[in-house]
């Protein structure tokens, strides 16, 4: 009888020390300092983009590059997306090394100012074949990779005549710039435009979401005459198919365009769309221009 009150004394004051400990463990987890949820899941990324006067002189495309890395710089801005092009000009045909003292030039000046580059420029890789390129660097200047153009123009010719002729390609794949999920694509790759590609729309920009890109950084150099097919027909239709696939995607897009000659109309709007599709910043439709955007990921 007595070992059996004994025994029951050890329980009842287990229990206690059990049930003490766990009420100080309670109110010290209840009372220590909890970061907040937005804060926890909040990345910001302030992006900027240049609407530049592309041309075939290396030279000159260089200067207008710096300039905007100049207005990157004044906007604090962490990464300056360029056009399609930018640096080397939208062709296949012109001098590497030419183009790699620019390039090398540009991203010193980028990494000194702070700015990473989704830069918009044709390149001759190791492998000896040209590709059109959106080449990442992060704000130390180091390359991050690049997305070649996928949709490269042909038409219905047989054989296809083309920038399909003259430009490689390489699979699709995401980036990682900030510890932020970003992708790239080239003009063509955001809508396949039937009277410039025969190659079938395969939803590249869904295909990156999937892939997990917060972000897709968008290089357009489109033609732009004027008539009415020009400027309604397919800007309508470019814009159209941004605004879509950034909602179907859930993805921001930030998007620029060649304005050279700067007396017409760009082939499409340049900006920053949210993941319901919705313009946040937009330049004007012609001429040079420069925006910046400070996107708010959760």
Not at 155 to 176: H, M, Q, W
């Amino acid at each position: 009888m007595l070992y059996h009150h004994k025994r029951q004394s050890m329980l009842l004051i287990i229990l206690l020390l059990v049930s003490t400990a766990f009420t100080i463990n309670m109110e010290s987890w209840q009372y220590a300092p909890k970061m907040p949820e937005c804060d926890r899941y909040q990345k910001d990324v302030r992006v900027a983009g240049v609407k530049s006067l592309v041309s075939n002189d290396i030279k000159k495309n260089l200067q207008a590059l710096k300039v905007a890395v100049d207005f990157a710089e004044r906007e604090k801005a962490d990464i300056l997306l360029t056009p399609e092009g930018s640096l080397s000009g939208y062709k296949s045909e012109f001098d590497q090394n030419e183009l790699n003292e620019a390039l090398e030039d540009l991203v010193d000046y980028a990494s000194s100012a702070d700015v990473g580059l989704a830069l918009g420029t044709c390149f001759y890789e190791k492998d000896k074949k040209c590709y059109n390129q959106i080449r990442f660097y992060d704000k130390e200047g180091r390359l991050l990779g690049f997305h070649s153009k996928i949709l490269r123009c042909g038409n219905l010719d047989d054989p296809e005549k083309g920038e399909i002729n003259e430009y490689a390609s390489s699979p699709l794949r995401t980036f990682v710039f900030e510890d932020i999920i970003i992708g790239g694509l080239i003009c063509n790759d955001m809508w396949a435009n039937p009277e410039c590609t025969t190659l079938p729309d395969t939803h590249l920009s869904q295909q990156l979401s999937r892939m997990g890109a917060r972000i897709i950084f968008h290089s357009v150099n489109g033609s732009r005459h004027e008539n009415e097919w020009s400027t309604e027909v397919n800007w309508n239709f470019h814009e159209s198919n941004l605004r879509l696939k950034a909602s179907a995607g859930n993805l921001w897009i930030v998007t620029v365009d060649n304005s050279y000659p700067e007396h017409l109309k760009s082939s499409c709007p340049s900006g920053v769309l949210d993941p319901g599709g919705n313009w946040v910043s937009k330049t004007e439709d012609k001429g040079i221009q420069y925006f910046s955007y400070t996107i708010n990921l959760k």
